[in-house]
């Protein structure tokens, strides 16, 4: 399977929000680099609750059956972290063409649903 690490670092200096639990990514989108079909792919999106309020994530759903989600079902607290990983199967994907699936994350933070997406090139087998 193909791993790509990132980490917290992004999220180190930020800035504290009031008026309730508020949802901070290192980044929205990603792009994962060209694979063959049949590849695992895993991505994780790092966060801080950056709110005032602790932060519940009530639904992460990926868009399609392709992709799987991970993401912590306990309260984080302001200036808590998180990870929610996700794993795209591309053995569904057309070749050559470029895919995206998208993840739905809904929360009590004070922007209540929003969407990672992750993109990708699937390449024939050799």
């Known amino acids: 399977s ?6 917290y670092s992004a999220l180190e200096n930020f800035k504290q929000n009031n008026g ?4 901070l990514f ?7 680099p060209a694979v063959e079909q049949g590849t ?8 801080v609750n950056n709110g005032d ?10 868009s399609c059956g392709c992709t799987n989600v991970d993401y912590p079902e306990d309260p984080i607290n302001p ?3 998180g990870v929610i990983t996700a794993e795209v199967n591309n053995s569904g994907k057309p070749v050559d063409k470029k895919f995206r699936v998208s993840i739905t ?5 004070q922007n209540p649903k ?6 990708g090139i699937t390449l024939e087998n050799k």
């Open 2 to 7: 193909s791993i790509v690490i990132n980490n």
């Open 20 to 23: 309730g639990a508020s949802l």
């Open 26 to 32: 290192n980044e929205i989108e990603y792009e994962f």
């Open 40 to 47: 695992d792919l895993e991505h994780s999106f790092y966060f």
């Open 53 to 62: 309020a602790p932060l519940v994530l009530t639904n992460v759903k990926g």
């Open 79 to 81: 200036g808590g972290k």
């Open 105 to 109: 994350v809904e929360s009590n933070a």
């Open 114 to 119: 929003l969407r990672l997406t992750l993109r």
